[in-house]
């Protein structure tokens, strides 16, 4: 099994879709959970928004705005200066 990604207080295990503070898991929804581990995985790199809503909600035609509240409430979470918006390209951990 992969080492978690540390990040401030923060573990996020992307094999287990466990992400912890403190030691302590915390609960955020599938999607948000779909959208952290895509970024952490691409964090080497800017990850476009349709990249994104492809992973988060596969097969499926959402509106944008569903990305921008899931990445708000990553960013409630987690602290604005995790998540950077890369304007009209899209998002980097």
């Known amino acids: 099994m992969a080492d978690p990604l540390a990040f401030g207080p923060f573990q996020l295990h992307v094999e287990r879709r466990l992400l912890s503070c403190a030691g302590e898991p915390l609960a955020i ?7 952290l581990c895509a970024l952490a995985l691409h964090r080497d790199r800017i990850v476009d928004k349709d990249e994104l809503m492809d992973l988060a909600w596969p097969g499926m035609v959402v509106e944008e ?5 899931q990445i708000g409430s990553l ?3 987690l602290g604005p200066q995790v998540i950077a ?6 998002y980097r951990f």
């Open 29 to 35: 929804g599938a999607r948000a959970l779909d959208l």
């Open 65 to 69: 705005n569903n990305l921008a509240v």
């Open 75 to 77: 960013r409630k979470a």
């Open 85 to 90: 918006t890369v304007r009209g390209r899209g």
